[in-house]
């Protein structure tokens, strides 16, 4: 199955609109587009979860925690990948391009990555 993504509330807009540029078939929505503007990131990794989406995040300080969380208590985890904001957009862009066309979504289940993925 191919790898589609759910982009954080808060991910820079410019890496967005990038994967949708540069990957003519990728599945990605955001957060705010799905009715989740203002939930919490227990909600967020839920509804990601039910969906079948690997997260995307600059949220380096919590969503981690409850990802790991989610994975120790058995429950389903389709991945996270932490985008520090210090990180040039196009690596971003190109880390993600590489991962959404060269893998297969079983291959990020229950892990949270920090991009750079070299």
């Known amino acids: 199955m191919s790898v589609r993504f759910l982009a954080d509330e808060n991910l820079n807009r410019e890496i967005v609109t990038g994967l949708l540029r540069l ?10 587009d799905v009715g989740l503007r203002t ?4 909600v967020i990794l839920q509804w990601a979860a039910a ?3 690997v997260l995307v995040t600059h949220d380096i300080a919590t ?12 429950l389903s985890m389709p991945g ?3 985008v520090r904001t210090a990180l040039p957009v ?4 190109d880390d ?4 959404a066309e060269a893998s297969d979504a079983a291959e ?8 750079p993925l070299r």
């Not at 939930?39 to 227990?42: I, K, N, T, Y």
């Open 80 to 82: 996270v990948f932490i």
């Open 63 to 74: 969503v981690p925690d409850f990802a790991h969380g989610r994975v120790s208590a058995g």
């Open 39 to 42: 939930a919490d990131d227990p």
């Open 108 to 115: 990020w289940e229950g892990r949270v990555l920090y991009l």
């Open 23 to 32: 990957v003519e078939d990728i599945d990605i929505v955001r957060v705010q």
């Open 96 to 99: 993600l391009c590489v991962v």
């Open 90 to 93: 196009r690596v971003v862009i």
């Open 51 to 53: 969906e079948g989406r």
